[in-house]
Protein backbone atom coordinates (compact mmCIF):
# COMPACT_ATOMS: atom_id res chain seq x y z
CA UNK A 1 0.00 0.00 0.00
CA UNK A 2 0.89 3.56 -0.59
CA UNK A 3 1.61 6.03 2.22
CA UNK A 4 0.95 9.22 0.34
CA UNK A 5 -1.34 11.65 2.24
CA UNK A 6 -4.58 11.01 1.34
CA UNK A 7 -4.04 8.85 -1.98
CA UNK A 8 -6.72 7.00 -3.97
CA UNK A 9 -5.15 2.93 -4.10
CA UNK A 10 -4.98 2.27 -7.64
CA UNK A 11 -6.88 -0.72 -8.11
CA UNK A 12 -9.83 0.88 -6.78
CA UNK A 13 -11.64 2.90 -9.29
CA UNK A 14 -14.07 0.17 -10.99
CA UNK A 15 -17.06 0.26 -8.94
CA UNK A 16 -19.12 3.70 -8.15
CA UNK A 17 -20.20 2.58 -4.80
CA UNK A 18 -16.75 3.79 -3.20
CA UNK A 19 -13.29 3.30 -3.27
CA UNK A 20 -10.01 2.86 -1.18
CA UNK A 21 -7.78 5.67 -0.07
CA UNK A 22 -4.80 5.88 2.47
CA UNK A 23 -4.33 8.58 4.68
CA UNK A 24 -0.96 8.89 6.58
CA UNK A 25 -0.28 5.52 6.30
CA UNK A 26 -4.25 4.52 7.20
CA UNK A 27 -6.08 2.76 4.93
CA UNK A 28 -9.56 3.67 4.19
CA UNK A 29 -13.08 2.88 2.43
CA UNK A 30 -15.24 5.45 1.35
CA UNK A 31 -18.64 4.77 0.84
CA UNK A 32 -20.67 6.73 -1.80
CA UNK A 33 -24.00 8.09 -1.30
CA UNK A 34 -25.01 6.02 -4.26
CA UNK A 35 -23.99 2.78 -2.23
CA UNK A 36 -26.34 3.68 0.88
CA UNK A 37 -29.09 1.50 0.85
CA UNK A 38 -26.93 -1.39 -0.30
CA UNK A 39 -24.15 -0.81 2.94
CA UNK A 40 -27.11 -0.37 5.38
CA UNK A 41 -28.66 -3.82 4.31
CA UNK A 42 -25.43 -5.13 4.49
CA UNK A 43 -24.93 -3.87 8.38
CA UNK A 44 -28.48 -4.16 9.20
CA UNK A 45 -29.53 -7.69 7.75
CA UNK A 46 -27.38 -9.57 9.79
CA UNK A 47 -24.87 -10.03 6.90
CA UNK A 48 -22.23 -8.52 8.61
CA UNK A 49 -22.74 -9.83 11.60
CA UNK A 50 -22.39 -13.34 10.30
CA UNK A 51 -19.86 -12.96 7.79
CA UNK A 52 -17.46 -11.46 10.10
CA UNK A 53 -17.93 -13.91 12.93
CA UNK A 54 -17.12 -16.77 10.75
CA UNK A 55 -13.93 -15.13 10.31
CA UNK A 56 -15.17 -14.79 5.88
CA UNK A 57 -15.27 -11.29 5.85
CA UNK A 58 -12.49 -8.37 6.75
CA UNK A 59 -14.35 -6.61 9.47
CA UNK A 60 -14.68 -2.02 9.84
CA UNK A 61 -15.14 0.37 11.94
CA UNK A 62 -16.90 3.88 10.71
CA UNK A 63 -14.35 6.19 10.78
CA UNK A 64 -14.51 10.07 10.82
CA UNK A 65 -16.84 11.33 8.40
CA UNK A 66 -14.56 14.31 7.86
CA UNK A 67 -12.34 11.71 6.17
CA UNK A 68 -14.28 11.49 3.37
CA UNK A 69 -12.83 12.49 -0.07
CA UNK A 70 -15.49 14.57 -2.64
CA UNK A 71 -19.39 14.79 -1.50
CA UNK A 72 -20.49 11.68 -3.17
CA UNK A 73 -19.46 10.14 0.21
CA UNK A 74 -21.82 8.68 2.62
CA UNK A 75 -19.90 6.95 5.12
CA UNK A 76 -15.78 6.70 5.62
CA UNK A 77 -14.94 2.24 6.91
CA UNK A 78 -11.34 1.87 8.30
CA UNK A 79 -11.09 -2.17 7.63
CA UNK A 80 -8.99 -4.39 10.11
CA UNK A 81 -5.34 -3.79 8.53
CA UNK A 82 -4.11 -6.39 6.40
CA UNK A 83 -0.60 -7.60 6.93
CA UNK A 84 0.03 -7.62 2.86
CA UNK A 85 -1.94 -7.64 -0.23
CA UNK A 86 -1.27 -10.44 -2.38
CA UNK A 87 -2.58 -11.59 -5.88
CA UNK A 88 -4.25 -14.73 -6.91
CA UNK A 89 -1.44 -14.67 -9.62
CA UNK A 90 0.64 -15.66 -6.68
CA UNK A 91 -1.59 -18.28 -5.22
CA UNK A 92 -0.52 -22.02 -5.13
CA UNK A 93 -3.43 -24.42 -5.95
CA UNK A 94 -5.26 -24.56 -2.97
CA UNK A 95 -5.41 -21.08 -2.05
CA UNK A 96 -7.43 -19.73 -5.59
CA UNK A 97 -9.58 -22.90 -4.62
CA UNK A 98 -9.94 -21.91 -1.29
CA UNK A 99 -10.60 -18.97 -2.29
CA UNK A 100 -13.28 -19.54 -4.77
CA UNK A 101 -15.16 -21.65 -2.16
CA UNK A 102 -14.70 -19.03 0.28
CA UNK A 103 -16.86 -16.58 -2.56
CA UNK A 104 -19.19 -19.47 -3.10
CA UNK A 105 -19.92 -19.40 0.78
CA UNK A 106 -20.22 -16.00 0.77
CA UNK A 107 -22.83 -15.56 -1.78
CA UNK A 108 -24.97 -18.44 -0.56
CA UNK A 109 -25.14 -16.54 2.62
CA UNK A 110 -25.76 -13.28 1.60
CA UNK A 111 -28.86 -15.33 -0.28
CA UNK A 112 -30.29 -16.39 2.70
CA UNK A 113 -30.09 -12.16 3.84
CA UNK A 114 -32.07 -11.26 1.00
CA UNK A 115 -28.33 -10.13 -0.81
CA UNK A 116 -26.36 -11.03 -3.45
CA UNK A 117 -22.48 -10.43 -4.25
CA UNK A 118 -22.73 -8.33 -7.02
CA UNK A 119 -18.77 -9.17 -8.03
CA UNK A 120 -16.97 -12.05 -7.60
CA UNK A 121 -12.97 -10.87 -8.15
CA UNK A 122 -10.09 -12.86 -7.16
CA UNK A 123 -8.56 -9.25 -5.85
CA UNK A 124 -11.37 -9.37 -3.28
CA UNK A 125 -10.30 -12.21 -1.53
CA UNK A 126 -6.57 -11.92 0.86
CA UNK A 127 -5.34 -14.15 2.85
CA UNK A 128 -5.39 -13.24 6.50
CA UNK A 129 -1.77 -15.99 7.21
CA UNK A 130 -3.62 -18.83 5.79
CA UNK A 131 -7.10 -18.13 5.82
CA UNK A 132 -9.42 -16.41 2.80
CA UNK A 133 -11.51 -13.61 3.45
CA UNK A 134 -13.26 -11.52 2.08
CA UNK A 135 -12.08 -7.86 1.93
CA UNK A 136 -14.90 -6.02 -0.39
CA UNK A 137 -17.25 -4.75 1.88
CA UNK A 138 -18.59 -3.05 -1.25
CA UNK A 139 -19.64 -6.28 -3.34
CA UNK A 140 -23.19 -6.87 -1.73
CA UNK A 141 -26.25 -5.74 -3.10
CA UNK A 142 -30.23 -6.21 -2.46
CA UNK A 143 -30.94 -9.61 -4.12
CA UNK A 144 -34.45 -9.65 -6.24
CA UNK A 145 -36.02 -12.52 -6.74
CA UNK A 146 -36.17 -13.43 -10.05
CA UNK A 147 -32.10 -11.84 -10.87
CA UNK A 148 -29.32 -13.81 -12.73
CA UNK A 149 -25.88 -13.52 -11.03
CA UNK A 150 -24.23 -10.59 -12.14
CA UNK A 151 -20.94 -11.96 -11.61
CA UNK A 152 -21.38 -15.28 -12.59
CA UNK A 153 -18.95 -14.51 -15.44
CA UNK A 154 -16.68 -13.61 -13.51
CA UNK A 155 -16.59 -15.86 -10.98
CA UNK A 156 -15.98 -18.49 -13.80
CA UNK A 157 -13.09 -16.42 -15.23
CA UNK A 158 -11.11 -15.37 -11.82
CA UNK A 159 -11.31 -19.01 -10.71
CA UNK A 160 -12.90 -21.93 -12.64
CA UNK A 161 -11.11 -21.86 -15.58
CA UNK A 162 -7.68 -20.94 -14.01
CA UNK A 163 -8.19 -23.63 -11.50
CA UNK A 164 -9.50 -26.37 -14.20
CA UNK A 165 -6.34 -25.39 -16.30
CA UNK A 166 -3.98 -25.98 -13.62
CA UNK A 167 -5.72 -29.64 -12.43
CA UNK A 168 -6.31 -30.44 -15.76
CA UNK A 169 -3.20 -29.15 -18.16
CA UNK A 170 -0.47 -27.49 -15.70
CA UNK A 171 -0.05 -25.94 -12.78
CA UNK A 172 1.71 -23.56 -13.89
CA UNK A 173 -1.27 -21.99 -16.19
CA UNK A 174 -1.89 -20.05 -13.16
CA UNK A 175 0.05 -17.30 -14.52
CA UNK A 176 -2.35 -16.76 -16.91
CA UNK A 177 -4.09 -14.66 -14.36
CA UNK A 178 -1.23 -12.35 -14.17
CA UNK A 179 -1.26 -12.13 -18.18
CA UNK A 180 -5.33 -11.69 -17.85
CA UNK A 181 -6.26 -9.03 -15.50
CA UNK A 182 -10.38 -9.72 -15.44
CA UNK A 183 -9.54 -13.82 -15.03
CA UNK A 184 -8.92 -16.36 -18.03
CA UNK A 185 -10.91 -15.54 -21.07
CA UNK A 186 -13.28 -18.75 -21.39
CA UNK A 187 -12.59 -19.50 -25.12
CA UNK A 188 -9.27 -19.30 -24.42
CA UNK A 189 -9.50 -21.61 -20.97
CA UNK A 190 -11.86 -24.08 -23.15
CA UNK A 191 -9.25 -24.16 -26.31
CA UNK A 192 -6.43 -25.04 -23.66
CA UNK A 193 -8.53 -27.59 -21.30
CA UNK A 194 -8.22 -31.07 -22.84
CA UNK A 195 -11.00 -32.85 -24.33
CA UNK A 196 -11.71 -34.88 -21.33
CA UNK A 197 -12.77 -32.06 -19.27
CA UNK A 198 -15.97 -32.20 -21.49
CA UNK A 199 -16.99 -34.60 -20.27
CA UNK A 200 -17.39 -33.24 -16.39
CA UNK A 201 -20.47 -31.65 -15.87
CA UNK A 202 -19.27 -28.76 -14.28
CA UNK A 203 -16.40 -27.81 -16.64
CA UNK A 204 -18.43 -28.87 -19.61
CA UNK A 205 -21.43 -26.42 -18.10
CA UNK A 206 -19.71 -23.50 -16.66
CA UNK A 207 -16.41 -23.51 -19.26
CA UNK A 208 -17.04 -24.85 -22.62
CA UNK A 209 -20.94 -24.01 -23.03
CA UNK A 210 -19.98 -20.37 -21.25
CA UNK A 211 -17.22 -20.18 -23.92
CA UNK A 212 -19.56 -21.38 -26.26
CA UNK A 213 -22.53 -18.93 -25.31
CA UNK A 214 -20.51 -15.76 -25.18
CA UNK A 215 -19.23 -16.68 -28.32
CA UNK A 216 -22.39 -17.02 -29.91
CA UNK A 217 -23.66 -13.67 -28.69
CA UNK A 218 -21.13 -12.10 -28.80
CA UNK A 219 -22.95 -10.27 -31.93
CA UNK A 220 -25.80 -7.91 -31.05
CA UNK A 221 -27.40 -8.57 -34.18
CA UNK A 222 -28.16 -12.50 -33.27
CA UNK A 223 -30.34 -10.71 -31.02
CA UNK A 224 -28.83 -12.31 -27.35
CA UNK A 225 -30.49 -9.81 -25.64
CA UNK A 226 -33.85 -9.77 -26.91
CA UNK A 227 -33.78 -13.46 -25.87
CA UNK A 228 -32.76 -12.91 -22.38
CA UNK A 229 -34.75 -9.84 -21.50
CA UNK A 230 -37.48 -10.40 -18.92
CA UNK A 231 -35.99 -14.14 -18.16
CA UNK A 232 -35.90 -15.02 -14.66
CA UNK A 233 -33.18 -16.97 -12.60
CA UNK A 234 -35.50 -18.55 -9.91
CA UNK A 235 -33.97 -19.16 -6.08
CA UNK A 236 -33.72 -22.89 -6.73
CA UNK A 237 -31.84 -22.02 -9.98
CA UNK A 238 -29.28 -19.86 -8.42
CA UNK A 239 -28.66 -22.33 -5.59
CA UNK A 240 -28.26 -24.97 -7.95
CA UNK A 241 -25.91 -23.04 -10.50
CA UNK A 242 -23.81 -22.60 -6.97
CA UNK A 243 -23.62 -25.98 -6.40
CA UNK A 244 -23.12 -27.27 -9.56
CA UNK A 245 -19.81 -24.59 -9.57
CA UNK A 246 -18.70 -25.93 -5.76
CA UNK A 247 -18.93 -29.61 -6.95
CA UNK A 248 -17.11 -28.91 -10.05
CA UNK A 249 -14.28 -27.24 -7.89
CA UNK A 250 -14.12 -29.89 -5.35
CA UNK A 251 -13.34 -32.16 -7.36
CA UNK A 252 -10.45 -30.29 -8.98
CA UNK A 253 -7.05 -32.12 -7.80
CA UNK A 254 -3.70 -30.25 -8.07
CA UNK A 255 -1.28 -33.28 -9.37
CA UNK A 256 1.08 -33.13 -6.69
CA UNK A 257 4.27 -34.70 -7.82
CA UNK A 258 5.15 -32.44 -11.24
CA UNK A 259 7.08 -30.20 -9.23
CA UNK A 260 10.79 -29.96 -8.93
CA UNK A 261 10.97 -28.98 -5.59
CA UNK A 262 8.47 -30.02 -3.00
CA UNK A 263 10.69 -32.79 -1.87
CA UNK A 264 13.95 -30.88 -1.68
CA UNK A 265 14.82 -31.26 2.19
CA UNK A 266 14.55 -34.81 1.36
CA UNK A 267 17.02 -34.54 -1.83
CA UNK A 268 19.70 -32.30 -0.48
CA UNK A 269 23.04 -32.98 0.42
CA UNK A 270 22.53 -31.48 4.53
CA UNK A 271 22.60 -33.53 6.72
CA UNK A 272 19.98 -33.51 9.71
CA UNK A 273 22.78 -32.76 12.03
CA UNK A 274 23.96 -29.68 9.88
CA UNK A 275 20.51 -28.67 8.83
CA UNK A 276 18.94 -28.17 12.65
CA UNK A 277 22.21 -26.18 13.24
CA UNK A 278 21.64 -24.24 10.31
CA UNK A 279 18.04 -23.66 11.89
CA UNK A 280 19.06 -23.22 15.09
CA UNK A 281 21.93 -20.53 13.96
CA UNK A 282 19.03 -18.59 11.69
CA UNK A 283 16.87 -18.36 14.54
CA UNK A 284 19.58 -16.71 16.81
CA UNK A 285 20.29 -14.42 14.18
CA UNK A 286 16.05 -13.55 14.25
CA UNK A 287 16.13 -13.30 17.92
CA UNK A 288 18.82 -10.82 17.56
CA UNK A 289 17.59 -8.74 14.87
CA UNK A 290 14.11 -8.97 15.93
CA UNK A 291 12.26 -8.42 12.81
CA UNK A 292 8.14 -7.59 12.61
CA UNK A 293 7.93 -8.79 9.07
CA UNK A 294 10.22 -10.89 7.33
CA UNK A 295 10.40 -12.00 3.47
CA UNK A 296 11.46 -15.68 3.15
CA UNK A 297 12.92 -16.09 -0.87
CA UNK A 298 13.30 -19.91 -2.18
CA UNK A 299 10.98 -20.42 1.62
CA UNK A 300 10.11 -23.84 -0.17
CA UNK A 301 7.99 -25.60 2.15
CA UNK A 302 8.04 -23.16 4.54
CA UNK A 303 10.71 -24.78 7.13
CA UNK A 304 12.78 -21.57 8.06
CA UNK A 305 10.00 -19.00 7.51
CA UNK A 306 8.32 -20.59 10.57
CA UNK A 307 11.18 -19.89 12.81
CA UNK A 308 10.63 -16.19 12.25
CA UNK A 309 6.30 -16.51 12.29
CA UNK A 310 6.66 -18.78 15.06
CA UNK A 311 8.23 -15.61 17.03
CA UNK A 312 5.69 -13.51 16.22
CA UNK A 313 6.83 -11.67 12.65
CA UNK A 314 4.63 -11.82 9.86
CA UNK A 315 6.25 -13.73 7.42
CA UNK A 316 5.97 -14.40 3.26
CA UNK A 317 7.26 -17.69 2.07
CA UNK A 318 8.16 -17.00 -1.14
CA UNK A 319 8.52 -19.84 -3.66
CA UNK A 320 8.90 -20.27 -7.79
CA UNK A 321 7.78 -23.95 -7.02
CA UNK A 322 4.08 -24.14 -6.75
CA UNK A 323 4.06 -27.24 -5.74
CA UNK A 324 6.35 -26.35 -2.66
CA UNK A 325 4.17 -23.05 -1.57
CA UNK A 326 0.89 -25.61 -2.05
CA UNK A 327 2.41 -27.42 0.72
CA UNK A 328 3.29 -24.55 2.81
CA UNK A 329 0.12 -23.33 2.26
CA UNK A 330 -1.60 -26.69 3.64
CA UNK A 331 0.61 -26.77 6.74
CA UNK A 332 -0.26 -23.52 7.81
CA UNK A 333 -3.80 -23.82 7.33
CA UNK A 334 -4.21 -27.25 9.30
CA UNK A 335 -2.44 -25.61 12.16
CA UNK A 336 -4.09 -22.48 11.49
CA UNK A 337 -0.89 -20.21 11.20
CA UNK A 338 -1.85 -16.42 11.28
CA UNK A 339 1.39 -14.93 10.36
CA UNK A 340 2.70 -16.93 7.73
CA UNK A 341 1.40 -16.17 3.81
CA UNK A 342 2.77 -18.96 1.22
CA UNK A 343 3.58 -17.10 -1.90
CA UNK A 344 4.25 -18.32 -5.62
CA UNK A 345 7.00 -15.64 -6.98
CA UNK A 346 9.75 -15.97 -9.10
CA UNK A 347 12.67 -14.04 -8.09
CA UNK A 348 14.10 -13.94 -11.14
CA UNK A 349 10.99 -12.28 -12.67
CA UNK A 350 8.96 -11.05 -9.26
CA UNK A 351 4.85 -9.74 -9.82
CA UNK A 352 5.35 -6.49 -11.78
CA UNK A 353 2.90 -3.46 -11.52
CA UNK A 354 -0.11 -3.90 -13.27
CA UNK A 355 -3.59 -2.96 -14.88
CA UNK A 356 -4.94 0.26 -15.87
CA UNK A 357 -1.66 2.84 -16.57
CA UNK A 358 0.01 0.04 -14.12
CA UNK A 359 -1.31 0.94 -11.16
CA UNK A 360 -4.17 -1.43 -10.34
CA UNK A 361 -1.91 -4.14 -8.86
CA UNK A 362 1.34 -3.25 -7.55
CA UNK A 363 4.70 -4.82 -7.78
CA UNK A 364 5.86 -7.49 -5.28
CA UNK A 365 8.62 -4.94 -3.80
CA UNK A 366 6.19 -1.96 -3.42
CA UNK A 367 3.97 -4.25 -1.39
CA UNK A 368 6.90 -5.37 0.95
CA UNK A 369 7.39 -2.87 3.83
CA UNK A 370 9.66 -5.65 5.29
CA UNK A 371 12.38 -5.64 7.79
CA UNK A 372 14.45 -8.20 6.73
CA UNK A 373 15.36 -10.64 4.11
CA UNK A 374 15.60 -14.59 4.55
CA UNK A 375 17.32 -16.05 1.81
CA UNK A 376 18.83 -19.33 2.36
CA UNK A 377 20.16 -21.51 -0.34
CA UNK A 378 18.85 -19.30 -2.77
CA UNK A 379 21.90 -17.22 -3.60
CA UNK A 380 23.73 -19.98 -6.05
CA UNK A 381 20.53 -20.54 -7.99
CA UNK A 382 19.70 -16.74 -8.62
CA UNK A 383 24.28 -16.14 -9.23
CA UNK A 384 24.78 -19.94 -11.41
CA UNK A 385 21.72 -21.01 -12.92
CA UNK A 386 20.27 -17.43 -13.80
CA UNK A 387 23.41 -15.20 -14.60
CA UNK A 388 22.18 -12.36 -11.85
CA UNK A 389 25.55 -10.63 -10.62
CA UNK A 390 26.13 -10.80 -7.15
CA UNK A 391 25.85 -7.04 -6.68
CA UNK A 392 22.77 -7.07 -8.09
CA UNK A 393 21.69 -9.82 -6.15
CA UNK A 394 22.42 -7.60 -3.16
CA UNK A 395 20.81 -4.57 -4.52
CA UNK A 396 17.30 -6.36 -4.92
CA UNK A 397 17.35 -7.93 -1.27
CA UNK A 398 18.84 -3.97 -0.39
CA UNK A 399 15.67 -2.84 -2.13
CA UNK A 400 13.21 -4.89 0.21
CA UNK A 401 14.39 -4.90 3.61
CA UNK A 402 17.06 -3.35 5.82
CA UNK A 403 17.84 -5.81 7.51
CA UNK A 404 19.15 -9.66 5.75
CA UNK A 405 19.97 -12.98 6.71
CA UNK A 406 21.70 -14.89 3.76
CA UNK A 407 23.40 -18.56 3.17
CA UNK A 408 26.36 -18.50 0.78
CA UNK A 409 27.06 -22.03 -0.40
CA UNK A 410 30.63 -22.47 -1.94
CA UNK A 411 31.24 -23.96 -5.58
CA UNK A 412 32.48 -26.91 -3.61
CA UNK A 413 29.32 -27.60 -2.55
CA UNK A 414 27.67 -30.84 -4.66
CA UNK A 415 24.68 -28.22 -5.46
CA UNK A 416 26.46 -25.60 -6.81
CA UNK A 417 28.59 -28.15 -8.47
CA UNK A 418 25.37 -29.74 -10.16
CA UNK A 419 24.56 -26.06 -11.44
CA UNK A 420 28.09 -26.21 -13.18
CA UNK A 421 28.18 -29.46 -14.49
CA UNK A 422 26.72 -29.23 -17.81
CA UNK A 423 28.16 -25.60 -18.35
CA UNK A 424 31.28 -23.42 -18.54
CA UNK A 425 32.45 -21.78 -14.93
CA UNK A 426 32.02 -18.04 -16.12
CA UNK A 427 31.69 -17.14 -12.38
CA UNK A 428 35.24 -16.70 -11.33
CA UNK A 429 33.77 -13.68 -8.27
CA UNK A 430 31.88 -16.55 -6.84
CA UNK A 431 33.62 -16.78 -3.78
CA UNK A 432 33.31 -16.17 -0.47
CA UNK A 433 35.57 -12.93 -0.23
CA UNK A 434 33.84 -11.93 -4.03
CA UNK A 435 30.31 -12.45 -2.37
CA UNK A 436 31.57 -10.44 0.80
CA UNK A 437 32.70 -7.87 -1.76
CA UNK A 438 29.51 -7.76 -3.39
CA UNK A 439 27.52 -7.64 -0.55
CA UNK A 440 28.90 -5.28 1.65
CA UNK A 441 28.81 -2.62 -0.89
CA UNK A 442 25.28 -2.27 0.27
CA UNK A 443 25.45 -4.09 3.79
CA UNK A 444 27.58 -4.30 7.04
CA UNK A 445 28.34 -8.06 7.96
CA UNK A 446 27.05 -7.93 11.24
CA UNK A 447 27.95 -11.41 11.99
CA UNK A 448 28.85 -14.76 10.00
CA UNK A 449 29.31 -18.17 10.82
CA UNK A 450 29.86 -21.39 8.83
CA UNK A 451 27.48 -24.48 9.42
CA UNK A 452 28.75 -26.95 11.10
CA UNK A 453 29.26 -29.79 9.08
CA UNK A 454 29.05 -28.35 5.62
CA UNK A 455 30.81 -25.97 3.61
CA UNK A 456 28.33 -23.07 3.58
CA UNK A 457 28.72 -19.85 5.63
CA UNK A 458 25.43 -18.22 7.22
CA UNK A 459 25.76 -14.16 6.91
CA UNK A 460 23.15 -11.61 9.11
CA UNK A 461 23.72 -8.41 7.49
CA UNK A 462 22.92 -4.89 8.41
CA UNK A 463 22.22 -2.30 5.04
CA UNK A 464 24.87 0.67 5.42
CA UNK A 465 23.03 3.70 6.87
CA UNK A 466 24.48 6.36 4.23
CA UNK A 467 21.99 4.59 1.67
CA UNK B 1 -44.99 -31.65 4.81
CA UNK B 2 -44.47 -28.10 6.33
CA UNK B 3 -41.13 -28.03 4.14
CA UNK B 4 -43.03 -29.38 1.03
CA UNK B 5 -45.47 -26.49 1.79
CA UNK B 6 -42.46 -24.10 1.91
CA UNK B 7 -41.01 -25.48 -1.46
CA UNK B 8 -44.51 -24.50 -3.50
CA UNK B 9 -44.54 -21.54 -1.68
CA UNK B 10 -41.30 -20.81 -2.72
CA UNK B 11 -41.93 -21.50 -6.25
CA UNK B 12 -45.15 -19.99 -6.30
CA UNK B 13 -43.55 -16.63 -5.37
CA UNK B 14 -40.99 -17.24 -7.78
CA UNK B 15 -43.79 -17.45 -10.45
CA UNK B 16 -45.79 -14.69 -9.45
CA UNK B 17 -42.56 -12.14 -9.21
CA UNK B 18 -41.29 -12.91 -12.42
CA UNK B 19 -44.90 -11.87 -13.68
CA UNK B 20 -44.85 -8.85 -11.69
CA UNK B 21 -41.01 -7.32 -11.75
CA UNK B 22 -39.61 -6.96 -15.25
CA UNK B 23 -36.83 -5.11 -14.11
CA UNK B 24 -33.41 -3.34 -15.72
CA UNK B 25 -30.40 -5.09 -13.76
CA UNK B 26 -28.16 -1.75 -11.97
CA UNK B 27 -25.00 -3.80 -11.99
CA UNK B 28 -21.74 -1.68 -12.56
CA UNK B 29 -20.28 -5.28 -14.07
CA UNK B 30 -22.18 -6.20 -17.47
CA UNK B 31 -22.95 -9.99 -16.87
CA UNK B 32 -22.40 -10.63 -20.74
CA UNK B 33 -25.40 -11.80 -22.79
CA UNK B 34 -23.96 -15.08 -23.62
CA UNK B 35 -23.11 -15.34 -20.13
CA UNK B 36 -26.28 -14.50 -19.00
CA UNK B 37 -28.38 -17.11 -21.51
CA UNK B 38 -26.27 -19.68 -20.34
CA UNK B 39 -27.03 -19.04 -17.01
CA UNK B 40 -30.62 -18.98 -17.72
CA UNK B 41 -30.37 -22.62 -19.03
CA UNK B 42 -27.94 -23.82 -16.59
CA UNK B 43 -29.83 -22.86 -14.13
CA UNK B 44 -32.88 -24.44 -15.33
CA UNK B 45 -31.09 -28.09 -15.76
CA UNK B 46 -29.68 -27.68 -12.35
CA UNK B 47 -32.20 -26.17 -9.97
CA UNK B 48 -34.49 -30.21 -10.38
CA UNK B 49 -31.02 -31.85 -9.71
CA UNK B 50 -30.75 -29.46 -6.70
CA UNK B 51 -34.04 -29.68 -5.38
CA UNK B 52 -34.19 -33.78 -5.36
CA UNK B 53 -29.94 -33.12 -4.15
CA UNK B 54 -31.53 -30.99 -0.78
CA UNK B 55 -34.50 -33.54 -0.25
CA UNK B 56 -32.50 -36.59 -1.04
CA UNK B 57 -33.03 -37.76 2.54
CA UNK B 58 -36.56 -36.84 2.74
CA UNK B 59 -37.04 -38.96 -1.39
CA UNK B 60 -34.68 -42.01 0.20
CA UNK B 61 -37.17 -41.90 3.46
CA UNK B 62 -40.29 -42.32 1.84
CA UNK B 63 -38.99 -44.74 -0.28
CA UNK B 64 -37.40 -46.81 2.38
CA UNK B 65 -40.24 -46.80 4.47
CA UNK B 66 -42.01 -48.25 1.26
CA UNK B 67 -39.34 -50.92 1.06
CA UNK B 68 -39.30 -51.73 4.66
CA UNK B 69 -43.04 -52.26 5.06
CA UNK B 70 -42.68 -54.72 1.96
CA UNK B 71 -39.48 -56.49 3.36
CA UNK B 72 -41.95 -57.45 6.54
CA UNK B 73 -45.25 -58.29 4.69
CA UNK B 74 -43.01 -60.78 3.28
CA UNK B 75 -41.85 -62.42 6.60
Given at each position: MRVNKSSAV????????GFVFVVEGQVYRQINQVYREDYDRLMTSGLYAALTRDGLLIPHTEAD?????????YKVLQPERLPFISYPYEWAFDQLRDAALLTLRIQRAALEHGMSLKDASAYNVQFVGCRPALM???SFEAYREG????AYRQFCQHFLAPLALMA????????LLRVHIDGVPLDLASRLL??????RTPLLLHIHLHAKAQRRYA????GGAALARGRQVSRISLLGLLDSLESGLRKLRWR????????YYAHTNYSTAALDAKAAQVARFLEEAGPQRVCDL?????RFSRLASARGAFTVAADVDPGAVNLAYREGKDKAETNLLPLVLD????SPALGWANEERESFAERGAFDLVLALALVHHL???????LERVAAYFAALAPQLIVEFVPKSDSQVRRLLASR????????PAGFEQAFTRRYDIVQCVQVPDSERILYWMRQKAER | MTSKNRLWQTLGVVVLLSLLVPRPVLA?????TGSYIIQLLIGAAVGLGFLIKVNWNRIKAFFSKKDSGDASEQE
Open positions: GGSFRDPSPALAQGERADTLEPWVYRDVRLSSPLSTRFDSDVENETAWADGANTGLTNPAIANNVPEDIFPEYT | YLDPG
